[in-house]
């Protein structure tokens, strides 16, 4: 990433603008899909756009909410919504509970926990993290395309 300068291995700002890419590039997706396509599916095995977005959501608080060594505060299930301001709304919460977790002081990142029946870091569970959301990015990627929309991560200036 050009300008940005990487810390140390093992810290938490070495990770952090990895986390704020794909925050910017799913948050900047959601935004520019219209939301008369947020039911789209590619195929009908698929989760719809606006499920995806859901998702994307749902998976920031039950992964940054062990990280942060808390009970998930979330209740809802966002793949539930429809309504693309709500799934914004949503989007946009489940983000900023996150931010939370990439300020943890390095020597917290470095505990171990357990995640999903594994054991790791703190640290290690924001990087799978970010890996999801990434993941689930090039989903969005084939939907925005397929609706003749180019992908934040492919617009100039980003």
């Known amino acids: 990433m050009p300008g940005v300068a990487l810390a140390q291995s093992g810290s938490i700002s070495a990770v952090k603008p990895l986390y704020d890419q794909s925050k910017g590039w799913i948050t900047k997706s959601a935004e520019q899909m219209p939301e008369a396509n947020y039911s789209f599916k590619p195929t ?5 756009f606006g499920q995806l977005i ?3 959501a749902n998976s920031q608080y039950e992964f940054c909410a062990p990280a942060k060594g808390e009970a998930n505060p979330n209740k809802a299930d966002f793949e539930k919504t429809t ?3 709500d799934l914004i709304k949503a989007l946009n919460d489940a983000f900023a509970y996150c ?3 990439f300020q943890m002081p390095d020597a917290k990142a ?3 926990i357990d995640f999903f029946g594994s054991k790791g870091s703190r640290l290690w569970v924001l990087v799978f993290e970010i890996a999801h959301n990434n993941e689930h990015y090039g989903n969005i990627v084939t939907y925005l395309r397929m609706k003749g929309l180019v992908p934040p991560s492919s617009q100039r200036g980003m």
Do not use: C, I
């Open 44 to 48: 009908p095995e698929v989760r719809s």
């Open 83 to 85: 309504a693309k301001a």
């Open 99 to 101: 931010d939370a977790a």
């Open 110 to 112: 470095m505990d171990q």
């Open 54 to 56: 859901g998702h994307l």
